[in-house]
């Protein structure tokens, strides 16, 4: 007597094996990941900061942008003369922003606005050139804003029409050029304008073009009182070389930018290219939480590309 079967006939078991085989084999193999979704407040602290120009930033910018500042809010601001006009369009749309807040900058240059934040006098340092081990030792930590490029510059009436290679631009400012036509220019002295020891101008310029040596003691050469760049143009006349922030001068009549090795700082591979920073004093107060947060958001960012128009 032959017995009955009972439960799902064998055909069953294989075609579940294989299904679940198949599945597993997806799910280990070929399955996409998620996206992470990232937690509150970090999506845009750990994003680099975007800069105009296109170059990467040495760093990022560990700030979220604030949704809101408190009235009364204050931050102080010195340092860079090559970041006035950054520090003047992110005050006026961080105070436009946040009603009630107040920032108040000044511009006496890079080594001043570090000892200023050192001091307590100011929350943050705008400034031009990186900051020293000893001073990150100190308890400092610099954000970057932006990239800007070191120009040399002459005055519209200067018969010296072209451009220079970095072996003279060395030379004119270590002194071993001292007259135009050593460059193919007329037989007139040339007149050096050199940037004061605060300035952090100065002290890119000295690592940028001169390779960290010294700049030149000649006669001709001229360094400057005071670390302000309307002066140092104004003084250029026919016979006067100088250097300043590009985004300083690219809207100037009465001074042009030299050409170094046939590139304008315009250019992205145009060689005297260097860092803009806020510094402040490890731990930061809430202002300059809220202040270097608005810096990277969308806002901040168009105030200092508008800077450089």
């Known amino acids: 007597m032959s017995q009955t079967r009972s439960g799902p006939p064998p055909i069953f078991y ?23 979704t990232p937690t509150a407040g970090t999506s845009d602290a750990t994003a680099p900061v975007p800069v105009p120009d296109g170059n990467p930033p ?4 560990p700030f979220p942008p604030p949704t809101n500042v408190p009235s009364g809010t204050t931050v102080r601001i010195d340092g860079s003369t090559s970041m006035v006009t950054i520090n003047q369009n992110l005050k006026n749309t961080f105070e ?11 511009a006496k240059g890079s080594e001043t606005g570090i000892a200023a934040i050192q001091s307590g006098s100011a929350d943050l340092a ?21 990239n800007d490029a070191i120009a040399l510059v002459v005055g519209v009436g200067n018969p010296f029409g072209q451009g ?10 270590q002194g071993q050029i001292t007259n135009w036509s050593q460059i193919g220019g007329p037989d007139k002295p040339i007149r050096v ?48 070389i100088g250097y300043a922030t590009a985004s300083q001068i690219r809207n100037q009549t009465t001074v042009r930018m030299v050409a170094i090795d046939g590139l304008t700082p315009a250019a992205a591979n145009y060689p005297y290219r260097r860092g803009l920073y806020y510094a402040y004093k490890n731990p930061p107060n809430p202002a300059v939480s809220a202040f270097l ?14 800077a450089g128009n």
């Open 193 to 240: 304008l050199n940037r004061p020891v605060v300035s952090g101008t100065h002290h890119a310029f000295r690592e940028l073009v001169l390779k960290g040596s010294d700049f030149g003691t000649t006669p001709n050469i001229t360094t400057l009182e005071r670390d302000a760049t309307t002066p140092m143009l104004q003084s250029l006349g026919d016979d006067g």
């Open 96 to 106: 436009a922003q946040f009603p009630g807040t107040r920032v108040a900058t000044e």
């Open 126 to 146: 705008a400034i031009s050139r990186p900051l020293t081990p000893q001073e990150q030792n100190a308890g400092l930590v610099a954000v970057p804003v932006t």
């Open 164 to 173: 220079l290679t970095q072996e003279q631009v060395v030379g004119i400012f």
């Open 293 to 306: 947060g608005f810096v990277g958001s969308p806002s901040g960012q168009t105030a200092i590309a508008n």
């Open 58 to 61: 040495t760093a990022t910018n």
């Open 14 to 36: 294989i075609l579940l094996f294989l299904l679940l085989a198949g599945g597993g084999y997806w799910w280990f193999f070929l399955r996409k990941p998620a996206a992470v």
